[in-house]
């Protein structure tokens, strides 16, 4: 008896070990490939709406916290650029960058690469948790896998890029912790976890909207995963009563956004449930799902031979995947987990979802590409134990052997391959309307310093190079000239030359030119 007992400990004891070990792997390979391949957005400096929240942060810092709790207590960016949000927990990330960097753009971008860092770690994690062998090399791969995979996704460039662009990075990573963590609680049974992930779906929520999809996700989750993966079985009662705790908190949620924003669905316009359904044609667009698979930026150029390469793997991909369907049961409803998930985590982007030629609008698939990477980790590492008698049966066989592994193992190193260079590609218009912004900001205020005119009126200042945030209106551009930005107010002395006509006939209003010149004078 005694013996049995020390055993059990000492496997309970290897077992937690080794999740450590795969934990820290996990970590250790996402902070690497991060700093590798997105070093060179520490110096983009700040772009379009960044300028509006060090307003605010700047204050707070300094003892006024006014402009702070207008996040708390209304909307998140004043109506200043059309959209109704509630998002508090990204106003305070600002302040703490601010109080520990100042105006160094360095430190914001520092804190973006290392929160995308873990939402890697976290889907890794979630990699590890969704695998239902007991083969730890199994397990282990997967993870490190996803992890990767996550990593080098084209598509991130926009959230991790653009310091407010963490909106993103932020509400993922609570996010995918939150589901980490119940799915931990599941397994367990220990209630600690439970509670850590309710917090975790809290913060989630005050980072971005986008996580009001979580306590569906968990329902998919107890109607597939229990028997798959092993989780304590509960009544039916008990796992409703998980579920109701997730929804009562969203719900409460919901009812203070209402009461503080005077909407409950807010976003970019009113928004109802007719709207949702007349916008459903909207999530198969052909052009926004192949950015998803491939996510190039169609205003850079790309060698011709890419494209093929990447078309090339994706159809590999796909072959492959209904092949890897001849599985158990418990795994496909671990497959069919994850593409659910996938899909209810767009929902709330109804609408406005459109990934551009340019990528704009990509980060609305920053949480659905954690689901994508899960399950491209899930169906192209290779299976090292046995999933099917494979006796008599020469195709099972087949698709059990190292031959057919391997063949998955060149597809999944195509897709990372292909992957990191459409990333580092999408980098690039970031990378230079941060060198442009510089510019321009040292021009201008050298300009305002040297006394020399009173007034300006500044033509085609773009919205964005090659999809990339710059200037956009004149508020941006006022926020930019002025404290704390500057050391003295400069933005009375600019302006921006705005024609109604000019988008459609490309002629310049000299009239309404010379109006705006007298005005600004």
């Known amino acids: 008896m005694s013996f049995s007992v ?9 077992l937690g070990r080794r999740h450590l070990l795969v934990l820290a792997l996990v970590f250790l390979v996402s902070a690497i490939l991060t700093c590798l391949l997105y070093s060179r957005t520490l110096h983009i400096g700040f772009l379009l709406d960044d300028f509006v929240h060090l307003d605010y942060a700047s204050k707070a810092c300094a003892g006024d916290t006014s402009g702070l709790m207008r996040a708390f207590t209304g909307n998140w960016t004043g109506q200043a650029d059309g959209l109704t949000s509630f998002r508090p927990g990204i106003s305070l990330s600002m302040v703490a960058d601010h109080f520990w960097y100042h105006l160094n753009p360095i430190g914001y971008h520092a804190t973006n690469l290392l929160t995308f860092s873990i939402c890697s770690v976290f889907c890794g994690a979630l990699a590890y948790q ?56 599941r397994k367990s049974g220990q209630y600690l976890f439970f509670v850590l992930s309710l917090i975790a779906f809290l ?5 971005k909207e986008m996580a009001v999809t979580l306590p569906v996700v968990i329902a998919i989750a107890e109607v597939l995963l229990p028997n798959s993966l092993g989780w304590i079985k509960q009544s039916v009662n008990r796992r409703a009563a998980y579920f109701a ?5 969203l719900v409460a949620f919901a009812v203070l956004r209402t009461v503080l924003l005077g909407t409950l669905v807010g976003g970019y316009g009113a928004g109802n449930l007719r709207d949702f359904i007349h916008s459903r044609h909207r999530f198969f667009n052909v052009a926004t799902l192949s950015k998803i698979l491939f996510g190039v930026n169609e205003e850079e150029l790309l060698a011709p031979g890419f494209g093929k390469i990447a078309f090339s793997s994706w159809i590999g991909i796909f072959a492959l995947t209904i092949v890897r369907l001849v599985q158990p049961l418990n795994r496909i409803r671990t497959f069919a987990f994850v593409a659910a998930w996938i899909v209810v985590s767009v929902l709330p982007t109804f609408q406005i979802w459109q990934i551009s030629p340019n990528l704009v609008g990509s980060r609305l698939f920053f949480l659905g590409s954690a689901g994508l990477c899960i399950l491209m980790a899930l169906i192209l590492v290779p ?5 099917a008698a494979t006796e008599n049966h ?11 592994h391997l063949l998955g193992c060149a597809f999944l190193l195509t897709l990372a391959i292909t992957w990191s260079v459409a990333l580092q590609h999408n980098l690039y218009p970031w990378i230079d309307a941060g060198r442009q912004m510089q510019v321009l900001h040292s021009r201008l205020v050298d300009l305002a310093k040297g006394g020399q005119v009173n007034s300006v009126i500044l033509l085609n200042l773009p919205q964005d190079f090659e999809g990339a945030g710059m200037v956009g209106n004149e508020e941006i551009l006022h926020r930019m000239l002025k404290p704390p930005v500057t050391d003295a107010d400069y933005s009375r002395k600019f302006s921006i030359y705005k024609d109604p006509s000019e988008a459609s006939t490309g002629v310049m209003d000299v009239g309404l030119l010379k109006r ?5 004078k």
Do not use: M
């Open 6 to 14: 020390n055993s059990t400990g000492s496997d309970n004891t290897q």
């Open 130 to 185: 969704l695998v239902d062998s007991d083969s730890f090399k199994q397990r282990a791969s997967t993870a490190v896998t996803a992890a990767i995979l996550f990593a080098v996704y084209p598509l991130h460039a926009e959230s991790v890029s653009w310091i407010i662009g963490r909106v993103d990075l932020f509400c993922t990573v609570f996010y995918l912790a939150s589901l980490s963590l119940y799915f931990r609680f």
């Open 203 to 207: 913060l989630s929520l005050i980072s």
């Open 245 to 249: 705790a997730f929804a009562a908190l």
């Open 383 to 387: 299976t090292f134990k046995h999933l």
């Open 394 to 404: 020469k195709i099972l066989a087949f698709l059990q052997s190292s031959r057919f």
């Open 516 to 520: 705006t010149y007298e005005n600004k």
